[in-house]
């Protein structure tokens, strides 16, 4: 059975993090976004390949992993020609697979159950499966209705309050059977949304739900990458490095090298070869990527720096993303959800 790795995407919610990196390789701590997707396929023995359909900067995914021999599952790439929606890319990643595929969106991290879903699937001998969760605000989003028997009845686009029956929508996870894929046209852009789903339902096919509760986030927007690092500090979704989490724990780097004075106060993450100079302050819910300095007296709190950032001594880090190889300023102030991209450098005593 191969997996479809929806990874084209430019994250541009995400900008300027990523104008240097792409959106399935931005780091989760110390580890790219896509290797969690990664860990959930190699869950499930009947995956023996990994397809990653890619757009944007392809090259870069690649280099960073490789051909999965390290990690027990193999990958292989596929760079769509031009952008080809979401069923476009289905198809033209899956020429010549004839197996059943997994398909997942490459911004969804979840802890689902991936071999009950498919175990539904078969059971149900459906030509297609799709994972729904439900949203406490269902107006925010397109839902997806179902009867009792899990069947999809019909896709509903940014309901009104007064036409919505259910509050369960699309979570990006599919199970599809590739003798379908002959109505998704070549070439050209398709949506699997907007024009594969609907055309089940209107041919009467099995078209089965999987409704899942369970933890399930899109990662694409600031506030939601922000999220991703505290759910985890916090023991929502379990992963190292927090696998035994509690509030107050701290996970810093044998490599670190923390100065007396300095004071780090949990949950937080300090990567290998981090700097703390003397009276600096690591606060909660902040993660100082690999070979980062923080200076004496700095305060850093629950941010997100990426590797090899210097933070001048005095400065003050709140609530912000910074991306890599950054420079902030002695005594300078970057507060209230700042973005800052790569290589970007706030100058001795700035505020932002």
């Known amino acids: 059975m191969k997996a479809i790795l929806l990874a084209g995407g430019m994250g541009t919610r995400l900008r300027p993090l990523t104008a240097h990196t792409p959106k399935p390789i931005v780091p989760i701590f110390n580890r790219p976004f896509l290797e969690y997707q990664l860990d959930l396929l190699k869950n499930v023995p009947d995956i023996d390949e990994a397809i990653l359909s890619l757009s944007y900067r392809p090259e870069r995914i690649e280099a960073v992993l490789g051909d999965g021999s390290a990690s027990g599952l193999r990958l292989r790439y596929v760079v769509e020609p031009q952008p080809l929606g979401t069923g476009g890319a289905i198809k033209y990643a899956s020429a010549g697979v004839t197996d059943t595929v997994v398909v997942f969106n490459g911004d969804v991290l979840t802890q689902i159950d991936l071999a ?37 009845l019909r896709f509903l686009e ?7 029956t259910t509050n369960h929508i699309n979570a990006g996870i599919y199970v599809l059977e590739p003798e379908t894929f002959d109505r998704i046209p070549d070439g050209v852009p398709w949506s699997i949304e907007r024009a594969y789903f609907p055309s ?26 922000r999220q991703v690092h505290r759910d985890i500090m916090n023991g929502t979704f379990r992963a190292a490095p927090f696998l035994d989490a509690t509030a107050t724990r701290a996970s810093v780097s044998s490599s670190a090298r923390v100065a007396e004075g300095a004071t780090i106060v949990g949950p937080c993450f300090i990567d290998d070869d981090v700097v703390i100079e003397a009276g600096a302050r690591i606060g909660p819910y902040t993660i100082v990527g690999r070979q980062s300095t923080i200076g004496a007296g700095a305060s850093v709190e629950g941010s997100i720096l990426w590797s090899n950032c210097r933070v001048g001594p005095g400065a003050s880090i709140h609530d912000a993303i910074i991306g890599r190889d950054c420079q902030i300023g002695e005594g300078a102030r970057v507060t ?3 973005l800052l991209g790569d290589h970007s450098t706030i100058t001795d005593h700035t505020r932002t």
């Open 200 to 225: 089940l339902v209107e041919r009467r096919e099995t078209f089965v739900a999987y409704l899942y509760d369970g933890y399930w986030i899109d990662i694409g927007a600031p506030d939601k990458y």
């Open 336 to 338: 209230g959800g700042t």
């Open 116 to 152: 009950a879903v498919i175990r539904l699937h078969r059971e149900r001998k459906a030509r297609a499966t799709i994972v729904l969760t439900p949203v406490e605000n269902p107006m925010a989003y397109g839902l997806v209705e179902t009867d009792a028997q899990q069947n999809v």
């Open 158 to 164: 940014k309901p009104t309050a007064d036409n919505i």
